[in-house]
């Protein structure tokens, strides 16, 4: 697949029903995310308030990734409003099980870890990731992230208990 032609932008409001639309069929794709099918917590209206929220944040970003006007995947940066924890964004990031292993993670990681470097308020990326998602891993490894701690049994699926290994990258 030629994926040359990803575009990758911030999301409008307008399109929070497209976004949730993408959001619940991820959710169904895989079982690395916080969520499971029909577990997303937000409504239409909930992403459109997000949306709206990151837009107008100092340290937070919220972007779309798509092919041929088609959401294939969804990534952010929130940034903390306290005072003592603003320097520090958290990263998540999602792509449709179809475009996995085609550098499309990568490249939406770049743009996130740009914007950041270029963002006069965040000093500190950082990221939680299931302990058996090596791919994913591999890609935050090679953008510089490191290994910064372990959250043991932080994540049930089907009743078997995961570790969480959290990342960071001071940007």
Do not use: C
């Amino acid at each position: 697949m030629n994926i040359k032609y990803l575009n990758i932008r911030i999301p409008l409001e307008s399109e929070s029903e497209k976004i949730l639309h993408y959001v619940n069929h991820v959710a169904g794709e895989t079982d690395f995310l916080t969520f499971g099918k029909g577990e997303y917590p937000l409504d239409s209206n909930g992403i459109k308030n997000s949306i709206e929220n990151l837009s107008s944040s100092k340290n937070s970003i919220m972007l779309i990734a798509e092919l041929d006007n088609k959401i294939i995947g969804l990534a952010s940066i929130k940034g903390y409003d306290k005072v003592r924890m603003d320097h520090v964004g958290d990263l998540g990031i999602t792509i449709m099980k179809d475009y996995w292993g085609q550098g499309i993670g990568k490249q939406i990681v770049d743009f996130l870890l740009k914007w950041a470097k270029n963002n006069e308020f965040l000093y500190k990326v950082n990221l939680k990731v299931r302990h058996d998602n090596l791919k994913a891993i591999k890609i935050y490894k090679d953008f510089g992230f490191n290994k910064e701690g372990i959250l043991l049994d932080d994540f049930k699926v089907n009743k078997v208990y995961y570790n969480h290994i959290l990342m960071g990258i001071n940007v």
